[in-house]
């Protein structure tokens, strides 16, 4: 480095930057000249450090940031999964615990993204038997829902649907995140997403065939029927398409569960107090999937059934800190084993078979 600096300005000394050595003031200048020098090139090196340090900082705080937020997702997604009665998902699990939690600079927000009418397969009957076609944007209904996504196919977001519906409806309640219920899934859906799957046109049209059978039959299918019905399709099509209900009685959005209530098709007496009673008990204990039918004064094969369930299937768990935001959808799979309620003598449902949930991360993304 001396060696450098002594060079360079003997340089320009012979260029006539510096004074010649025998000016009475070229010494003195000559060591200015070489202070400056010296302490550009030092400032120079300390800016260059200065600025490596400051990335290294950025790089070590955005790494931390990134764990914290990878720690505290995997506590939430824990609770989901350890839930100590997986077939009852209400407000009073531990899971919920961590809604809105603030430490550290780190927020919690915890979205149960199943609990709504599903785009991708709703039928059009929910529409036009309720007030819920009223969502619909004006001269838009539920034929041109059915139209749209057999010219279009299936979607991963409700934005895809915005020519539809009022946006301000399609967050609230719409999704689409949710399996296809065989006994509600529209035929012509059901068959796009069979052949999304499979890649076989004839094992679309074989789900297509076999919905519109059940429809015809005015039969519904049960979780121990699936084998049977999907045949050799099976192993392609489940989980994708199953018998569990698609909704939880214990998360859905109050008027959404209103207009399902109030459909005529379901028979439900006096709706608006049965569901002053499923707000009242839901939010005080939870309402399991066995005492459905008593609470809502219907039949154990009450088609409302299928909509309305006691688990939550699809979660999205966000946590925000410092600057950085994890988005984290978490899938449960309903269990292959489990085969469904049965009626117990005198009233009520009770559990046929084994009942656990998996849960798998199927998207995961920083904001």
């Known amino acids: 480095m001396i060696g450098f600096l002594t060079r360079l300005a003997l340089s320009a000394s ?170 509600l899934a529209d035929e012509f859906a059901a068959r796009s997403l069979a052949r999304s799957l499979t890649g076989s046109d004839s094992a679309a049209e074989r789900l297509r065939g076999t919905i519109e059978t059940l429809l015809l039959d005015r039969r519904a299918a049960s979780p121990g029927d699936l084998r049977t019905l999907l045949g050799i399709d099976y192993n392609e099509l489940f989980p994708f398409v199953n018998a569990e209900p698609l909704m939880n009685i214990n998360h859905i959005d109050p008027d959404l569960l209103r207009e399902i209530l109030a459909c005529p098709d379901y028979g439900v007496e006096s709706p608006e107090a049965r569901l002053s009673d499923v707000l009242a008990r839901r939010e005080a204990e939870g309402i399991a999937r066995a005492d459905i039918p008593l609470v809502l004064g219907v039949p154990p094969d009450s088609p409302i059934l299928h909509y309305l369930g006691s688990v939550t299937w699809f979660w999205e768990i966000s946590v925000s800190g410092r600057g950085k935001t994890l988005r984290t959808v978490l899938c449960g799979l309903p269990p292959e084993s489990y085969s469904g309620f049965s009626e117990i003598p005198g009233g009520g449902l009770r559990p046929a078979g084994a009942f656990e949930i998996k849960y798998q991360i199927i998207e995961q993304r920083y904001l």
């Open 14 to 183: 012979r260029t006539g930057l510096l004074p010649s050595r025998n000016d009475s003031g070229y010494a003195s200048t000559y060591f200015l000249f070489m202070l400056i020098l010296l302490s550009s090139l030092v400032l120079g090196i300390g800016f260059y450090l200065q600025s490596g340090f400051r990335a290294l900082l950025r790089f070590h705080r955005d790494n931390s940031v990134s764990i914290e937020l990878s720690r505290i997702t995997a506590g939430v997604a824990d609770s989901i999964q350890n839930d100590p009665s997986p077939d009852v998902q209400c407000f009073a699990d531990q899971v919920w615990a961590w809604q809105g939690r603030t430490g550290n600079d780190y927020t919690v927000n915890i979205t149960p993204v199943s609990d709504r009418l599903n785009l991708n397969f709703t039928r059009k009957n929910i529409f036009d038997r309720t007030s819920l076609s009223l969502l619909f944007m004006p001269g838009k209904t539920s034929a041109d829902l059915q139209q749209y996504r057999e010219d279009n196919g299936l979607f991963l977001s409700p934005s895809a649907y915005e020519g539809l519906f009022l946006p301000a409806n399609l967050e609230r309640y719409f999704s689409c995140y949710g399996w296809a219920n065989i006994n």
